[in-house]
């Protein structure tokens, strides 16, 4: 759209082109509200769908099922009559429902009655030993290359970590064509022992158990090699990765590649909640933080923005279609497009379908519960990329006083780099945590600041 001109108003804007945005956008344009969604991407999907509407036969095959449902989904969005800002980065989000965007190099900003965040979620951070080296990816990066890009490596990858990110991604490079030299797997026999406490609930959700037993059995099929409950990882390399050592068993191993491809879950990406002042608490079950929200996803204390998808907590595209279905019908209640009644009726389904497909995470949250020793690492590894600052630096502050995150910047620049935390938040969080000896929220997070995404003085000047 090339029409939107700077303090233009709108009854919602939504933040973010997943599924969690693109249904909020629907379900409060059904209801006839001014709808106008923002996202960094040239085209819809976020990161689980992205490339959906341009995904060619192939790569619909290559990616498998689950992802070519997203076009549905898109299809909708797309005669929804939702105003769509594509490449639009957006660097600040205010309390009075005000958006600042970055677009084309231009600044502009417009303004909207309520505001969805639904900014998804990002790869949590897996600081071992050597994985700042080049030929290090997370796995969820080498997906995203994949969908978007049909990029893939020409090296065989090593795998390495837990979750089903990266058993999903294996197979859909077994039917690319794409050589995997081994999955190396973090999850051992303890956590499928804990698991299976929660077992008789993820029964209830068979279908999603039996999608993860194919991706294991087509990995087995394809003869990849396989190690279970992996530890001491640590990826070789002096310029770069050469390969990665772990132990199995008290046995020491080496698997030799040029490309490591690292995963250990993914996490709510709670910048901008972070950035509005709104209440955090520390998930202590998927081990990150979440704002605190209502039944429809709204903020505490901040009556006009709500959260829908991942940025809630993980809980998978389909819930996060779902949530932001909820939110869209709290905007128009409260926009006067429906009353409590009509709202409440068409919730009821929703939150039916919310609570199937949130059933299996207390199963896989205890079965891929990222080690300790995974995320919260040694004193010579890299923290924070970006200012290179190791934990043994962090721990160092800690013992001169240091008691959370924002002091670490005063002490060393930790955090302060190009990503502002993103990356490091939850180690810096972690490692001061058990450095102190108190829990994570106790020590709580960064405090975010605009902007979240970086905006130069010059385009600032210029704003449109």
Known sequence: ????????????????????????????????????????????????????????????????????????????????????????????????????????????????????????????PFPIPGWTLPGVLGAGAAQILLKSADLAPSEPVILAGCGPLLYLLGWQYLRAGVPIKAVIDTTDTTDYVRAAGHLIEALAAWPMLKKGLKLMSALKKGKVPFYRGATNLAVQGTDAATGLRFTVGGKDMHVDSKVILLHQGVVPNTQFTWSLRAKHSWNDVQLCWTPDVDAWGRLE????????????????????????????????????????????????????????????????????????????????????????????????????????????????????????????????????????????????????RPPIKPVTLGELANEA
């Open 301 to 448: 204390g901040l009556p006009n923005i709500y959260v829908a998808g991942d940025g809630l907590g993980i809980g998978g595209a389909l819930a996060a279609a779902v949530q932001g279905q909820l939110a869209g019908l709290e905007v128009a209640a409260v926009a006067g497009k429906i009353d409590a009644g009509a709202r409440d009726s068409a919730a009821a389904p929703l939150r039916a379908e919310l609570a199937k497909q949130l059933r299996i995470r207390p199963f896989l949250d205890v079965l891929y519960r990222p080690k300790d020793a995974n995320r919260v690492p040694a004193d010579a590894v890299t923290v924070c990329r970006c200012e290179e600052v190791t934990a043994g630096d962090i721990r160092g502050y800690v013992a001169l006083g240091c008691s959370g995150p924002n002091q670490t910047k005063s002490f060393g620049r930790c955090g302060m780099g190009p990503c502002q935390g993103r990356l490091c938040g939850l180690t810096v969080t972690e490692v001061i945590a058990q450095a102190r000896g108190v829990s994570p929220s106790e020590v709580g997070y960064y405090r975010i």
């Open 1 to 124: 759209m090339s029409d939107i001109q700077t303090g233009d108003r709108y009854d919602l804007a939504v933040v973010g082109a997943g599924p969690a945005g693109m249904s909020a956008a629907i379900t409060a344009r059904a209801r006839g509200l001014n709808v106008v969604l923002l996202d960094e991407q040239e085209a819809v999907g976020g990161q689980i769908y992205r490339n959906i509407t341009r995904a060619n036969p192939r790569a619909l095959d290559v990616l498998g099922p689950d992802y070519a449902s997203g076009a549905r989904i898109a299809d909708a969005f797309h005669i929804s009559g939702t105003v769509h800002l594509t490449g639009a980065s957006v660097w600040q989000v205010g309390r009075d429902g005000t958006i600042n965007y970055l677009r084309g190099g231009k600044v502009s900003s417009l303004h909207a009655t309520q505001v969805v965040l639904a900014s998804g979620a990002m790869e949590r």
